[in-house]
């Protein structure tokens, strides 16, 4: 089993930055795919970005390309999301979520994701 605690949140201004952290219980870190999600208000949650279980591998949805990037390190069982440029579109909770590697990639379905953490919020003024 494995445990997530996100955090990183916070109040920004259009144009600004924030990195999200994950941090991950549980010795089997690396031998998950995890992944960035977010959910606006009223919304549903819906998939940001994805990194390979090596980290050598990335995906992200069109709309924060060129602005997020996702990384992990196995070593302290963490993942970040560096998001710059940001737009209050970007408001929302953010949700980290570890998914067993299925053999198939990209992996941008909650459905596929087993675990999950607490969320952390992000809000963008304009």
């Known amino acids: 089993q494995v445990q997530l605690v996100e955090s990183g949140g916070g109040l920004v201004q259009a144009g600004g930055s924030l990195r999200l952290s994950c941090a991950a219980s549980?010795?089997?870190?690396?031998?998950?795919?995890m992944g960035w999600f977010r959910q606006a208000p009223g919304k549903e949650r819906v998939f940001v970005a994805a990194?390979?279980?090596?980290?050598?591998?990335?995906d992200y949805t069109d709309s924060v390309k060129g602005r997020f990037t996702i990384s992990r390190d196995n070593y302290r069982n963490t993942v970040h999301l560096r998001m710059n440029s940001l737009k209050p579109e970007d408001t929302a909770v953010y949700y980290c979520?570890?998914?067993?590697?299925?053999?198939?990639?990209?992996?941008?379905?909650?459905?596929?994701?087993?675990?999950w953490g607490q969320g952390t919020q992000v809000t963008v003024s304009s």
């Open positions: 549980g010795r089997t870190f690396s031998s998950y795919v």
């Open positions: 979520g570890a998914a067993p590697y299925g053999g198939h990639w990209p992996l941008q379905n909650g459905y596929e994701y087993d675990y």
């Open positions: 990194i390979s279980r090596s980290g050598g591998t990335t």
